[in-house]
């Protein structure tokens, strides 16, 4: 899809003067070992997570866009370039994605990310380094941010019905068990599980469109519905909707608040 490219890509593009490389694992993983030359961030420094207690209606969401601005114009992350954002794949959370699900809503337009993530770009040899390189800063203007693929729970609670509820967390979780601070275990109502790592092979690359398409088909999932994914707190279901975009789905949206936020407000499955 539009979206992924391979380690070869990255290898012969990332020193090109128009391309940031971006290891969305943040600066802690970043410093124990990443590819020189790249830049860090996390998906919390983009989102309302410190002015908002989880469990919030507003926590997780996108930061409004006179914030999100200046975060991004402080990390050098200018709109004429390509940024080329990579993690860890089934390892990790799918932080690559959400970095760049909230890009694409500020606008965005020239983003990949790595297929095989940090392991497939150390696999054809990228030098490994574990300086994190900071850019300059730039301005940056985001006039507002473009939802399209987004959807919080004040409308999630008002449209539920019209939604097919695609869960991508693992079955200890979809299964009541809590692990990462939910304020209760369980599943949104209905919800239909296609786990976020079972897009991937077992050497964390993406499988063939036709088998990914195979895994949502199988949970008569289809083109045609109209998709919310979740997780939870909408990182690694970031990633699953913008594969679904890509593989052709029509109206896909991620819920960024997601479990941790739904939970609190309103009845869940076990």
């Not at 609670?157 to 979809?174: H, L, P």
């Not at 895994?215 to 679904?244: H, M, P, W």
């Amino acid at each position: 899809g539009k979206y992924i490219v391979d380690a070869d890509y990255v290898k012969e593009h990332y020193e090109d003067d128009n391309v940031i490389l971006l290891d969305a694992r943040g600066e802690e993983a970043t410093k124990k070992g990443t590819i020189e030359g790249a830049i860090t961030t996390t998906w919390q420094n983009l989102s309302n997570i410190e002015n908002a207690k989880k469990g919030d209606y507003d926590w997780g969401l996108i930061l409004e866009p006179e914030i999100l601005s200046k975060k991004l114009g402080e990390l050098g992350l200018s709109k004429d370039k390509e940024i080329i954002i990579f993690a860890e794949g089934p390892r990790g959370w799918g932080e690559d994605g959400r970095i760049l699900w909230t890009l694409r809503a500020a606008g965005y337009e020239n983003l990949k990310m790595v297929n095989g993530g940090l392991e497939g770009l150390q696999n054809v040899g990228l030098p490994k380094s574990r300086n994190i390189k900071k850019l300059e800063p730039v301005e940056v203007k985001i006039d507002k941010l473009d939802y399209e693929h987004v959807i919080n729970t004040g409308e999630l609670e008002n449209s539920y019905e019209d939604y097919v509820i695609v869960d991508v967390r693992e079955d200890k979780e979809f299964n009541g068990g809590v692990f990462y601070g939910e304020a209760k275990g369980g599943r949104l109502p209905g919800a239909i599980q296609v786990k976020f790592v079972d897009l991937f092979d077992s050497n964390g690359y993406l499988k063939p469109n036709e088998e990914i398409i195979a895994l949502f088909e199988n949970a008569n999932i289809n083109r045609t519905d109209k998709i919310v994914t979740y997780c939870t707190s909408g990182i690694r279901s970031a990633y699953s909707q913008l594969v679904l975009e890509m593989l052709g789905y029509g109206l896909t949206k991620n819920y960024d608040g997601s479990y941790n936020t739904w939970c609190v407000h309103n009845e869940v499955e076990k």
